[in-house]
């Protein structure tokens, strides 16, 4: 039951505790000492904080948890005994490359290299490993430990034991897996974002509406609905089902996305009207910035609770 988790940042501290929660014994690595030794403090008070607000996942306590953590700045010494192993380095392809290369000489031929690349596709990360039947991205989505979902993508000569393994031990750990069948540009999630970001740039930037009034439009109508469902389950429950929908709606869908603009550049005007509108709401202060992904952090946590009982209802 043993996994490691490369570099002590955020994603890999939010993964250790994911990891923990589920009763497994993780190891930290960083080539820094003392970068592990912050992790462990961070993830301490973390934790004890969590516990103490009841929202620590698991059936285990904090220190029970914590006593499943621990860290190694030796990579050989690091991967002994592990099972699956997540890399959380920067968004960096040859960084990625170079610490997969390493793993690739040192595992053996059952344990999974898993990556947490949010964009980098698996034929450019994997392509030439001895290992890369082994090789898959598992993209969390950030901060993992309050928001489940997980894309699992693998590279074309990925084995498909390796994906369903992966996908198995997502589940386990109390996450939403999701499988692509072939890579490709963005994932999944982060074309969906995308597509958004794209129209809501568009619109502001052409002053159809204000950028405080755009993000009301999402928090508190299509964002409602899709915390629950998917916009083809929307489609589904808006007429009798998705046939019907598309007979309905197709032609005024087909008209309105044909008067979609062309991608944005993000820059200029637009960013500086967006930054104003957004600074005045929340001051880019680390302080302030912190203060606001806290209180994120809690109301991801108050959704989670809410779907979980939904279900269970």
Known sequence: NWL???????????????????????????????????????????????????????????????????????????????????????????????????????????????????????????????HVKQCI???PVNPPYFVPLVEIVPHPETDPSTTERTYALMKKIGQSPVKLNRE?????????????????????????????????????GLGMRYAFIGPLETMHLNAEGVSDYCERYAEGMKLVLNTFGPVPEFSG???QKVNQALSEKIPVVPKVLDARRKWRDECLTGLAKLKTQMKSD
């Open 4 to 130: 490691i988790f490369f570099f002590s940042g955020v994603i890999g501290r939010s993964w250790a505790m994911v990891f923990a929660a589920g009763g497994f014994k993780v190891t930290l690595y960083d080539i820094a000492q003392q970068q592990l030794t912050s992790a462990l403090e961070t993830l301490r008070k973390q934790m004890k904080e969590m516990e103490k607000s009841g929202v620590l996942k698991g059936a285990l306590g904090a220190e029970q948890q914590l006593a499943l953590i621990s860290v190694c700045t030796d990579l050989k010494a690091a991967v002994e005994g592990a099972t699956f192993i997540q890399e959380c380095t920067p968004e960096n392809l040859e960084l990625k490359k170079k610490i997969f290369g390493q793993l690739d000489l040192i595992v053996g031929d059952s344990v999974i290299l898993s990556s947490s690349t949010s964009c980098l596709l698996p034929s450019k990360l994997f392509t030439g490993l001895k």
């Open 137 to 139: 991205v598992s993209h």
């Open 184 to 220: 490709i540009e963005g994932f999944v999630l982060n074309r969906l974002q995308y597509a958004v970001i794209s129209e809501a740039w568009r619109l502001v930037g052409e002053g159809v509406i204000s950028p405080t009034d755009l993000d009301l439009v999402m928090s508190d």
């Open 269 to 271: 005007e637009t960013v």
